[in-house]
């Protein structure tokens, strides 16, 4: 089952696997403030469901990742600079999940 979402990623599941696409094609799938919000909530969410054991986060059209949107960042629509607790500048960067990832 796939799910497409406004926020800059894709999910899809495969039995008890999570597929976690960035896809930003226009920004070689960097990652802004919305996309930062959306992967750590997609993976705190991850890390609560019993039915999923391990995750895949992977970047479409042959990009993984340009890093943070500095596009973004100039126009003031950066990541968070400051963090609190888990969230990371690319949101889920300090998250202690308990199940791996693979990226």
Do not use: H, Q, W
């Not at 930003?24 to 019993?50: C, I, M, Q, S």
């Amino acid at each position: 089952m796939s799910t497409p979402a406004p926020t800059g990623i894709r999910t899809e599941t495969d039995g008890p696997i999570l597929i976690v696409t960035i896809d930003r094609p226009d920004a070689r799938n960097a990652v802004d403030r919305p996309t930062a919000d959306a992967l750590y909530e997609t993976f705190k969410a991850f890390d609560a469901d019993d039915d999923l054991s391990v995750a895949i986060l992977t970047g479409a059209n042959g990009n993984f990742c340009a890093g943070a949107d500095l596009k973004a960042v100039a126009e003031g629509r950066g990541n968070k600079s400051v963090t609190e607790g888990d969230y990371g500048p690319m949101g889920p960067s300090r998250l202690d999940l308990s199940k791996p990832v693979i990226a």
